[in-house]
Nanobody
């Protein structure tokens, strides 16, 4: 089963930026629609953004205009550029294929606080 390693999280002040990375353990990465999800403490995991194999993207309303999802199929890697971060963006961020066909990784913690 495909495995993922997320990285790039950290602690920033409101208005700050972070870039998350997700590297997949498969050479078939280029065939998958990929997704970023997040889970805040005490809340259910939610879909943040999605990118198709040919980089058609869509976003949750709460992040549209602030987050940008992208991918590098040659590196089996997906990215999430997060700008103008807000405290409500605080969560553990995860990646997976559409339909959650891979194994969920440990995620990367993003904390937005003044």
């Amino acid at each position: 089963q495909v495995q993922f390693v997320e990285s790039g999280g950290g602690s920033v002040q409101p208005g700050g930026s972070l870039r998350l990375s997700c590297t997949a353990s498969t050479s078939s990465f280029h065939l998958y629609t990929m997704e970023w999800h997040r889970q805040a403490q005490g809340k259910q995991r939610e879909l943040v953004a999605r990118t198709t194999p040919d980089s058609i993207t869509n976003y949750a309303g709460s992040v549209k205009g602030r987050f940008t999802i992208s991918r590098d199929n040659a590196k089996n890697t997906m990215y999430l550029q997060m700008n103008n971060l807000k405290p409500e963006d605080t969560a553990v961020y995860y990646c997976n294929t559409e339909g959650s066909r891979g194994t969920w990784g440990q995620g990367t913690q993003v904390t937005v606080s003044s």
